[in-house]
């Protein structure tokens, strides 16, 4: 799973259910492997927008948010920003912003990147639906922080805060999430 050189980088993380648990998984980026909580819908070759399924594919890791005002920046080759209490993410299939992050109030329907529940104290963007985002096919599909008891999530998948960590130290542009059932 090392990149080339030997620099350590993670070129490959792969995200599978568990069999007796579907809406949990395990995940695996070199030589880690933990825990991870997945949609509530399981996973699905065929997302579509509200069905809480998460995505099978292999998904581009692109950029990571944090809350600044809980935790240091994050230690990883992505490009890093911090989130804003105004920051928001369109999931509205008819809105322009559709799968876009966008700032609030937004008249569409869209969901707060500003939680008080902590699960976006980081989040990762995924690549799914967003070079040219086909209304309906699912939007804010997202890698961030596991809620208590790995409760399922929305359509993404998550983890502990110090598995995260350890993740994105190895991570960079090109480190592709590997997410199926094989």
Avoid: Q
């Avoid at 993380?13 to 007796?20: D, G, K, S, W």
């Avoid at 990571?64 to 804003?84: K, N």
């Avoid at 967003?130 to 993404?156: E, K």
């Amino acid at each position: 799973m090392a990149g080339a050189a030997g620099l350590g980088r993670l070129a490959r993380i792969i995200v599978r259910p568990l069999p007796a648990d579907p809406l949990r998984g395990l995940l695996a980026a070199g030589r880690l492997t933990v825990p991870c909580a997945l949609g509530r819908g399981g996973l699905t070759a065929a997302k579509r927008e509200g069905d809480g399924g998460t995505p099978a594919g292999a998904l581009r890791l692109l950029a990571c948010r944090y809350r600044a005002d809980r935790l240091p920046r994050p230690s990883t080759r992505l490009p890093v920003s911090p989130i804003r209490p105004d920051d928001g993410w369109c999931d509205d299939p008819a809105d322009r912003a559709y799968n876009r992050p966008v700032r609030l109030p937004h008249p569409a329907g869209h969901e707060r990147m500003w939680r008080e529940d902590g699960v976006y104290d980081i989040v990762v963007i995924l690549d799914w639906n967003i070079a040219r985002p086909v209304p309906g096919r699912g939007s804010a599909i997202f890698f961030h922080l596991a809620a208590p008891g790995f409760t399922p999530t929305a359509g993404c998948v998550a983890v502990t805060l110090p598995a995260m960590r350890r993740i994105l130290a190895l991570s960079g542009p090109g480190t592709v999430m590997d997410i199926g059932w094989s």
